[in-house]
Every structure is written in C-alpha cells, then in structure tokens.
C-alpha cells in the first residue's frame, strides 16, 4: 500500500452542518433569553409576548431556518441543501397530511430555488462565499437588490403595495447603517450570523479532517471566477 496516498473518505463521513446547529439551537436559545433580558431588562416569563423568553424563542426559529434554508451552500449551482422542503421540513413526510402541505410548499419551493440561481452560478462554493461575515453580507445584499428592484417597480405602477419594511431588517446586518447593533440585530442578525459560522467552522474540521483544502479544485469555479481568470489569461 502506497503511504503517501492519502485516504478516500465518502460523504456519510462528513459532518452534517445542519445537525450540528439543530444541536446547538437550545443552547443558543438559552443565551438569548441571557442576553435580551441582560442587554433590554424584559423579563424572562412574566407578559408572555413581550419577554426576553419570547423573543429568545423567536430568535431561536430565525437560527434554524438560517441553519436550513439560508446557508452558505446556497452558493452551491444545483441540489441546494433544503430546497426540496422548503419551507416545512423533511418532517412533514412522517405524516398523512405532509403530501398537502408538500403541494402546497412546491411553488414556494421552486420560487426559492430559482430566486438563488444567479447567486449560485456567479459564485464558487466555498468561495467568498463561505468567508465568515463577508458571506451573509453577500446574501443579504443579493435580497436587498432584488427587493429594491421590486419596491422601484411596484412605486412605477398602480400596485399600493409597500416593502419598505424589509430594509429596516437588511439594514440591521451592516454596521454603516443606522438599525446595525439595535434590537432587531440581536432578535435576527445575530442567529443568522452565528448558524453561519458555525455551518463554516465545521467545513474547515471537514477540510482538516480529509487533509484537503477548503475550495478543492475539483468544485466548479463560478462565473465571477471564470471571468477573472479569462481576463488574466488574455493578458
């Protein structure tokens, strides 16, 4: 047996990103009933919906649908992780009435789907992508560009319809706007910013464990990538 070849692992060895964070999530539940109530006095139990448990609660569900549905793999071209159960979960399949809900969850599913193919194809997983803080940016720019195309469209026609509101939220994620670091930043930005360097540090424990790097080039390059290095070859 050659020494120097290095061993092949198969993807059942892999960790799974996903689990780890579901793992994680009462853990980081009970430190955002810590930290609202330490940071905003509320209370932990007492007014029910406007408690630091409450929020905590609600925080906790941003954290697993970040885990889920709004990970670095989005930058993956095809077979994004969650898209087939977008937005109910694999556990819908465990009972009768999941078919119903799997119907009515397909065109919200396809939506979502399509929504990040641009995303997909213009970057190289585990590429800039999957840099901590950097990548949510990305994301979170990507939907900030179409939601304000389609607030600029909806203010050319006869739709009263308004979406403002979503700015306050991606405006939460910059620390140049005016809404980073308030209450909106602890209850949304922060799981989401969290799942995701914890979905990139178990990639690298991966990458350690294979002994390879991070973005192997085996995985295909992205459009932005392809670009540059046309460029410099007609040079």
Known sequence: MDKNKKPKYNKNELTDN??????MSPGFFLLQVYLIHSIYG???????????????????????FATNYFQPDLDIMYNRPGMKHFPFGRWVGTYKIGRFFKWIAYPINRAWYYLWHPYGNLLTHRGVGHWPIIGVWLRIG???????????????????????FLFTFFDSFYPWTKNFANFY?????????????????????DAKKRSMSFCPPRIPRGLIIKTINTLRGLR
Do not use: K, W
């Not at 996903?18 to 793992?23: C, D, G, L, T």
């Not at 900030?144 to 026609?157: D, F, K």
């Open 18 to 23: 996903v689990r780890f964070n579901e793992i």
């Open 42 to 64: 509320l209370n932990i139990l007492q007014n029910f919906f406007s408690s630091s448990f409450f929020y905590a609660f609600v925080s906790t569900l941003v954290y697993l």
């Open 142 to 164: 990507y939907l900030y560009l179409i939601c304000g195309t389609i607030n600029y469209l909806l203010e050319l026609s006869s739709l009263n319809l308004n979406i403002r």
């Open 185 to 205: 930043f602890l209850l949304f930005s922060f799981p989401i910013y969290l799942s995701d360097m914890v979905h990139i540090a178990v990639d690298f424990y």
